[in-house]
């Protein structure tokens, strides 16, 4: 925002205090909204494509510009499926149409060269983040044309007042919001600045992937999760892409207590496999390896509170078991910016209203992450379960169960 030429003139003249001379100054030049919306996330992206119809005046703030890259499995699952659809059903006719993508049919679990297959009905769809989510945020340019919508601008610090937040963004220019969506990531300081929440290790996963091309025997609409006891939570994923690329990654517990550096234990698993080691005898890795957090769920939800809620991976609202998040985060985009709308048109953005985004998500996604989360520590603890499971893994109701698991 350009500075007020005038504010030198006006110090120099000494006849008011500086400080109301600068409060004054900056109040007339923060740009005002009802709604700011940090990040265009699935989250961020399904929070403002909630609110298109809606009278209020809205910003959504992203720091990267369009298309931009998303370092993922590239899982798009049900649940953020059913949100799209949830948002407007013609959004998903557009996704199926446009959109390059394998339909994901069955699941491989692979533990100790053994595999079972998971017939998951309706699962979702695997196709690389970089198209799924420059696909959300060019529905939100084209039908979002009133709100205002500044690529390139990283919201740097929020600063609570009277009336909600002052929004701090790069080159300190100013904007005021009386209600504040934070939809920006992983490790979001902006959420801990508002929650007062901590970085909490133990609550959190690190992944890696790369594009392969090249590997033998992929199957399509078949995903593949390799397990070993070692590094459970933590899996190998190959998941193929359209075109005979394959998204290949590998996560586990930010305090997995091990010498090996994860992208070690990445390659020397596939290396030390012998199965996996042939498949990927004559395969040309095409990308980098880059990898990123997994907020993974465990039971509190720190995510609202006095003119804010905070919404997918900046409430750690990754699922424990199976490291996926899109769903979840578009989810909860669309349930804030219900109750922020309210919140607005009531002139209450206390908790006392934004605890009830809290309550949806508690509804819709906290007692599975419970039961998942308690499951993940069970196994994390006992790993000789993943011996029972694959024991018994070939009956109908240890995989109806394991399908619970993954169905999102
Ligand atoms: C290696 C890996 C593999 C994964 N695989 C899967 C998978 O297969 N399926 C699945 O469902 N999930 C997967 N996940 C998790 C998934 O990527 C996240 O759960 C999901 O991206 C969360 O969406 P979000 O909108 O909350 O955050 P993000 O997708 O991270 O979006 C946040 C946005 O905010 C912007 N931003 C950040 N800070 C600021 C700021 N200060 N100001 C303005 N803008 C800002 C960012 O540029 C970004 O565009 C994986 C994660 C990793 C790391």
């Not at 899982?75 to 557009?94: F, H, M, V």
């Amino acid at each position: 925002m350009p500075k007020d030429d005038s504010l030198s003139f006006l110090l120099s003249l000494e006849l008011v205090p500086q400080n109301f001379i600068i409060t004054f100054v900056l109040m007339e030049t923060k740009q005002q909204y009802d709604i700011a919306i940090i990040g265009a996330g699935p989250a961020g992206c399904s929070a403002a494509l909630t609110l298109q119809d809606s009278r209020l005046k809205v910003a959504l703030f992203e720091k990267n510009e369009f298309p931009r890259q998303k370092i993922c499995g590239d899982g798009i699952c049900d649940r953020s499926i059913n949100t799209l659809r949830a948002i407007n059903p013609q959004y998903l006719e557009e996704f199926l149409s446009t959109q390059t993508y394998q339909k994901i049919r069955n699941t491989r679990i692979v533990y100790k060269n053994k595999s079972y297959v998971v017939d998951f009905k309706n699962f979702g769809y695997a196709c690389k983040r970089y198209e799924f989510d420059n696909f959300l945020f060019s529905l939100v340019k084209r039908d979002c044309q009133n709100m205002s919508i500044p690529q390139n601008t990283a919201v740097t610090s929020l600063q609570r007042d009277s009336d909600g937040f002052v929004l701090t963004a790069q080159n300190n220019a100013l904007y005021h919001a009386k209600i504040v969506l934070i939809c920006s990531g992983a490790a979001s300081s902006l959420a801990r600045s508002a929650s007062g929440a901590s970085f909490d290790r133990n609550k959190m996963g690190v992944a890696i992937r790369a594009y392969y091309r090249g590997v033998k025997d992929l199957q399509e609409g078949t995903i593949e999760l390799h397990y070993k006891k070692q590094y459970f939570p933590g899996y190998l994923w190959i998941f193929p892409l359209a075109d005979g690329i394959a998204n290949v990654g590998f996560g586990w517990h930010l305090g997995q207590p091990s010498q090996e550096k994860i992208q070690d234990a990445m390659y020397n698993w596939i290396q030390q496999d012998e199965t996996l080691r042939q498949r990927f005898s004559d395969a040309q890795q095409i990308s980098l390896l880059q990898g990123g957090l997994i907020p993974y769920n465990t039971t509190d939800f720190n995510c609202y509170g006095d003119n804010y809620c905070i919404c997918g991976d900046s409430a750690n609202l990754i699922d424990p078991i199976s490291g996926g998040g899109i769903g979840s985060a578009m989810l909860s985009g669309h349930f804030a910016a219900q109750i922020a709308e309210k919140a607005i048109m009531t002139g209450d953005c206390s908790k006392n209203v934004t605890k009830e985004y809290a309550e949806m998500l508690r509804k819709r996604v906290q007692s599975e992450m419970k039961t998942r989360y308690s499951i993940q520590q069970k196994i994390t603890n006992h790993t000789w379960l993943l011996d029972v499971l694959a024991f018994v893994g070939k009956q109908t109701k240890i995989l109806n169960c394991i399908k619970k698991w993954y169905l999102e």
